[in-house]
Each structure stands twice: as C-alpha cells, then as structure tokens.
C-alpha cells in the first residue's frame, strides 16, 4: 500500500485526471496533466531515485527526516519550473491551480520537515482526495478509505507515528482543498 500510495504516483495519477477533466472545456486538451506530471512528479523522483542509486539516500522513501530537506526544494523548484512553463504555454486554469497548490504543500512539507517528520504520504493522499472532491463533487470521498489504508500502512512500516499520520494528511487534505479550488 505504501508504495501503491507513494507521492510520486498519486500526483502524476491526479494530474493526469485533472488533466484529462480540463478538456472537457471545448478547444482543450485532455494532455495538460501529462506535462505537469513530468515536473511535479516524475523528475522529483528521478533526483531522488538517483540519490539512492549513488548512496545519497537509503531507500526513495527518504526516511531520514535530515535528508529530506533538499529533495523537497528540488522537488519545489522543478514543479515550479513546470508551473511556468505551462502558463507560458497557456495551460488550462483547473492544472496551473493544482500545480500552485502542490508547491504551497510541498514548502510547508519543506519547512515542518525541519523539526518533524509529518506524512508526506498521508498529506499527498489526502490532497488527492479533497483535489478530487473539488473537481468531481462528493463522490471522490469513496477514496478516504484508501488514505486511512496509507496512513496505516505508514504506521505498521513504522516510517510513521499515527500522529505524524494524522497531521500530514489534515495539512495534505486543507491546503488542496482550499487552495485548488480558490484557484481554479
């Protein structure tokens, strides 16, 4: 489940989805996610693959809380990056907004990171589902389950305490679901 649920696959996964969403809009395509998984997700975990390949890292999950740090401002800048390139592009609003608030939830991720080890997975999980409540309604909450199945998985793996858990998904699940839809 822990991998299943990874960040990495979740945002590419709700990228493409809110993605493919964003061409419903007659004149749009349903590809936009595609470039904003690129960024948001795939070269973040490229940098951290290779940390891991040359010994920078134990293992892509960055347990150690110290060594997390540079990973998620990589991650920030390549997702920025990304944010730009797509405006410049003129990507439609629904991917620019997710991706914003994907960079405000990975520097809040930065800065607690410092002195706690908040669940990224639990955050980007729950992020998920209240991106996917913004876009597809009431409907989308058939995925809490699956971020109580994570978060559990993080504690039983003990990459987690259940505290860690449980405030990692309520920062993931307040930043998506205020700034998303704000912005889209």
Known sequence: ??????????????????????????????????????????????????????????????????????????????LVAGLALLIVLGAPREVLALLAAGGVGLAVFALVTHRWKMSIHAGVAAGTVAALTAVYGPVALVGVPLVVLGGWARVRLTAHTPAQVLVGALAGALIAGTVFPALR
Do not use: K
């Open 1 to 78: 489940m822990s991998e299943v649920l990874a960040p990495a696959v979740l945002v590419a996964a709700l990228l493409l989805t809110v993605g493919w969403h964003a061409g419903d809009t007659p004149g749009v395509s349903r590809w936009w996610g595609l470039p904003g998984a690129l960024f948001a997700a795939v070269i973040p975990l490229g940098y951290v693959l290779n940390g891991v390949r040359t010994g920078r890292f134990t293992n892509h999950h960055i347990p150690e809380r110290a060594d997390r740090r540079i990973p998620l401002i990589f991650g920030t800048g390549s």
